[in-house]
């Protein structure tokens, strides 16, 4: 039903590092037959470096310039459901090729991100001694621009990515653009 009314839109997901865009993306990719694309793995691929290789060589500034790139391509495509990195919001370029599909944020609290996050040893951005208050902090900088999301989906405890990809379904098309529906 909610593939018939996407007609072959992309999804975006974004929200924090943990947030579970790779996972509930690939559950969403399963139930609408829409491939499934990793930004991150996408950039490992392209860069040839793990992202925590690159931010050490090209520097923050450097992936972000990857990111925006690689974002631009998977644009061009359509039925792709698209996890994002948790920063691909910082660039306002970025949101014009977000715009040319549908963003989902997937609002997950700090507590269970640090849950998840504990033991990660993969994202540059979080190999800090304060953990808790580095992820509070992000979120902080940026939840004003998650917030600019099509649609919020607010995560809580014990809620499995299947029940979390239902919920986006069921809630999709009840913010489907004009010209989408
Ligand atoms: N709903 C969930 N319940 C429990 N663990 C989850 C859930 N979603 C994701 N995870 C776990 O959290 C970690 C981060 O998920 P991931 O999909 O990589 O997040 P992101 O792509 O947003 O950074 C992974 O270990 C994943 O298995
Ligand atoms: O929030 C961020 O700035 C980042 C999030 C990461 O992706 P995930 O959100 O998939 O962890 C990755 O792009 C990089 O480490 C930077």
Not at 114 to 132: C, F, G, M
Request: with cysteine; net charge negative; glycine share 10%.
């Amino acid at each position: 039903m909610t593939n018939n009314l996407l007609k072959g839109v992309n999804l975006y997901l974004i929200g924090m590092m943990g947030a579970g865009k790779s996972t509930v993306g690939q559950v969403l990719a399963q139930h609408l037959g829409y491939g499934f694309v990793d930004i991150d793995t996408v950039i490992e691929t392209a860069g040839g470096k793990t992202i925590t290789q690159l931010f050490q060589d090209e520097g923050e500034s450097g992936f972000r310039q990857l990111e925006t790139e690689v974002l631009a391509q998977v644009c061009s495509f359509t039925k792709l459901a698209i996890a994002t990195g948790g920063g691909i919001v910082l660039r306002q370029q970025n949101w014009s090729y977000l715009h040319h599909g549908l963003i989902v944020w997937l609002d997950v609290p700090v507590e269970i991100l640090y849950a998840r996050l504990a033991e990660d040893t993969t994202r540059p951005l979080l190999q800090n001694s304060d953990l808790q208050g580095k992820l509070r902090s992000l979120l902080e900088q940026r939840q004003h621009l998650y917030s600019q999301a099509d649609l919020r989906i607010t995560v809580s405890e014990g809620e499995t990515p299947e029940q979390i990809a239902i919920r986006v379904l069921n809630e999709i098309p009840s913010v489907l653009k004009p010209t989408e529906g």
